[in-house]
T-cell receptor
Framework: KQEVTQIPAALSVPEGENLVLNCSFT??????LQWFRQDPGKGLTSLLLIQSSQREQTSGRLNASLDKSSGRSTLYIAASQPGDSATYLCAVWMNNDMRFGAGTRLTVKP | SQTIHQWPATLVQPVGSPLSLECTVE??????LYWYRQAAGRGLQLLFY??????ISSEVPQNLSASRPQDRQFILSSKKLLLSDSGFYLC?????????FGSGTRLTVV
């Protein structure tokens, strides 16, 4: 059974810092990995999608990497801003559904 | 691109009352549809998924049921709500190329 773990559970940083969020999964037979952002009380917004054949994806200040063989992904956020404060979830797709980590709650202090 | 519509946005229901949450999809045909629940401060739990009309797979035994009466319609129901059914319910459309979520329904059972 696929288990997805995100570390740390919560993170607080001052504005301007670069930071890394970690995601690990137990079964490497995935089709893709997706990072989402969730603001309090809201639905999930897709940030980056990495297909299993890819190593990384970039969008603006965000960079996500995937090491399928070791079951790990990282989300790198450059020059963090208070507007980046949210919960970040990673999820892996396999066998017709997606399994989620519990998320990392990020707070960026002005 | 596909759009997921969920309603209502918030719902307060007494224990023992019935429930019906509706999800509809635009912009795609024969979608894979999913219902997730997110309890306060916790990750997303897959409740049901459907790969076609009348086809429902249940992930966990619970007080809820799902139906897929039309290709782009997915309904989550309960005959008698429990306090433990409170949570944030999200509908999603998923493919190996990524997931798209609705905006969610906040259900409070009192």
């Amino acid at each position: 059974k696929q288990e997805v773990t995100q570390i740390p559970a919560a993170l607080s940083v001052p504005e301007g810092e670069n930071l890394v969020l970690n995601c690990s999964f137990t079964d490497s037979a995935i089709y893709n990995l997706q990072w989402f952002r969730q603001d309090p009380g809201k639905g999930l917004t897709s940030l980056l999608l990495i297909q299993s054949s890819q190593r990384e994806q970039t969008s603006g200040r965000l960079n996500a990497s995937l090491d399928k063989s070791s079951g790990r992904s990282t989300l790198y956020i450059a020059a963090s801003q208070p507007g980046d404060s949210a919960t970040y979830l990673c999820a892996v797709w396999m066998n017709n559904d997606m399994r989620f980590g519990a998320g990392t709650r990020l707070t960026v202090k002005p | 691109s596909q759009t997921i519509h969920q309603w209502p946005a918030t719902l307060v229901q007494p224990v023992g009352s019935p429930l019906s949450l509706e999800c509809t999809v635009e912009g795609t045909s024969n979608p894979n549809l999913y219902w997730y629940r997110q309890a306060a401060g916790r990750g997303l739990q897959l409740l049901f998924y459907s790969v076609g009309i009348g086809q429902i797979s249940s992930e966990v035994p619970q007080n809820l049921s799902a139906s897929r009466p039309q290709d782009r319609q997915f309904i989550l129901s309960s005959k008698k709500l429990l306090l433990s059914d409170s949570g944030f319910y999200l509908c999603a459309h998923g493919t190996p190329y990524g997931y798209t979520f609705g905006s969610g329904t906040r259900l409070t059972v009192v």
